[in-house]
């Protein structure tokens, strides 16, 4: 289950599976073909596997946390296609 966190740096936040970590001491990073005008996720992995993704035009907003299951499956579907249409104003 993904959960929505304030990245506030001053607060810690909590995973699904209920460790605590502070968004400050992530790393962050985002795609080398991510465009120049910052339409862009970052993503940053805790030591436990979980996944945190945010939009890198607003560092301080929400983050989203996914399981390292949860995760995966996305990346499969990406592999396998399954989101090509998305975005595309031709659909």
């Known amino acids: 289950m993904h959960q929505n966190h304030s990245s506030d740096p001053t607060n810690s936040s909590t995973t699904p599976s209920g460790s605590s970590f502070e968004m400050s001491s992530l790393s962050w990073r985002k795609s080398s073909r991510s465009f120049a005008n910052g339409n862009c996720v970052e993503v940053a992995e805790l030591p436990n596997g979980t996944v945190c993704v945010r939009n890198s035009r607003d560092k ?8 390292p299951d949860e995760w995966q499956a996305f990346i499969a579907g990406v592999i396998n296609g399954e989101f090509d249409h998305f975005g595309d104003p031709r659909d």
């Open 60 to 67: 301080t907003g929400p983050v989203l946390s996914y399981t």
